[in-house]
């Protein structure tokens, strides 16, 4: 009940520039999605590395003045390999790969354009190892957007406004470490704003899906665990909230993610209640969505289809945009009857 654009993937790692001359794009995945005037809008994660020297190690990595490169010999004593994702540096940890947030944008919503430069790329403390996964939302005439900012104090929930994505203010950290999967809903429910997050639970149970309220999306409160991993074969791992929830007549329908055996992820659905969203109607039985292209086997990391943005069309087709195989950004197409037929499978 979900077709696959023909023209996937839509956006691989050749179609995006790199953002400094040192680095090459390993992947263009996970985006966020929203149409702006006439626009789709994809706020696209993009992870990139440096190109292997003989005898020296390359690191991308982040200061006030943008991208960087640090250059260091292999037989540097002060230079620690730690393993594939990283190195430790005179009393510092830098990440092999670094992400940033990139615009692409479309007037059909199937062919983009991707912009040269990044649009938030990291500039503070909390972001020194790259910022990922943007969500975004439209209250009223200002875009929220949501993403992870990751540094060896580990992931935190950062928030940031625009109302045209040309200009981006960045307004703080709203769920502290270690937090991911923020999906914030589109309007108050009972006066006040709601999302979905995901904490770490760090050996206490599998990360589940949690739920909050707001009075004005920066301080969060309220919180309570909205759906644990069931323990069948597609969520022996992990589950987290994927895009901001839909409103339909039978209640917010969620697309979330889990991650199975094997590593294996999927996408699949969870109804909850108009006026209780902390209230779950009716969770879908089977997944909706699962590797089974070239694009989505292999990859950066093969297995995987992830969403954090889809677009909801004037007749009622959800367009879903996510991330295969941690490499490339992939598009399928429902509508929101069929994914509320689904869930009674």
């Not at 292999?74 to 947030?101: C, Q």
């Not at 060896?152 to 960045?170: C, E, H, P, R, W």
Request: glycine share 8%.
């Amino acid at each position: 009940m979900l077709t696959r654009c023909t023209e996937n993937p839509l956006i691989r790692p050749s179609d995006v520039p790199a953002s400094n001359d040192g680095y090459t794009v390993l992947g263009a995945f996970n985006p966020g999605a929203c149409k702006y005037k006439n626009e789709t809008i994809l706020l696209m994660r993009v992870a990139e590395n440096c190109p292997k020297e003989k005898g020296f190690v390359s690191i991308p990595y982040y200061d006030k003045n943008g991208p960087q490169v640090l250059k260091i010999s292999e037989k540097d004593p002060d230079l620690i390999f730690k393993d594939t994702r990283g190195y430790f540096y005179k009393g510092k940890d830098y990440l092999s790969s670094m992400s940033h947030i990139r615009l692409a944008r479309s007037k059909d919503g199937i062919h983009f354009t991707v912009e040269p430069e990044p649009f938030l790329y990291p500039t503070l403390p909390c972001e020194s190892f790259g910022v990922e996964d943007a969500r975004v939302v439209k209250i009223k005439d200002t875009y929220y957007i949501n993403y992870t900012a990751v540094s060896s104090d580990g992931y935190v929930t950062m928030l940031a406004t625009t109302t045209d994505f040309k200009t981006i203010k960045k307004e703080g950290i709203i769920f502290p470490p270690l937090n991911k999967d923020v999906a914030i809903f589109d309007e108050m429910v009972n006066g006040k704003y709601a999302a979905l997050h995901r904490p770490d639970n760090h050996g206490w149970g599998l990360p589940a899906i949690w739920y909050a309220t707001s009075p004005d999306l920066f301080n969060w409160g309220n919180h309570m665990c909205l759906l644990r991993p069931d323990g069948s074969p597609r969520e022996s791992q992990k589950i987290g909230g994927g895009a901001a929830p839909i409103k339909t007549r039978e209640g917010w329908l969620v697309i979330y993610h889990s991650k199975g055996d094997n590593s294996v992820y999927t996408l699949n659905l969870l109804l909850l209640d108009l006026k209780d969203p902390s209230r779950i109607i009716r969770k879908g039985n089977y997944p909706i969505l699962i590797p089974k292209e070239s694009y989505e086997k292999s990859g950066f990391f093969p297995n995987v289809v992830f969403t954090n943005g889809t677009v909801t069309q004037p007749n009622g087709d959800v367009w879903i945009y996510y991330g295969a195989g941690d490499e490339c950004i992939c598009l399928a197409i429902t509508s929101i009857y069929e994914l509320l037929e689904q869930l009674y499978i």
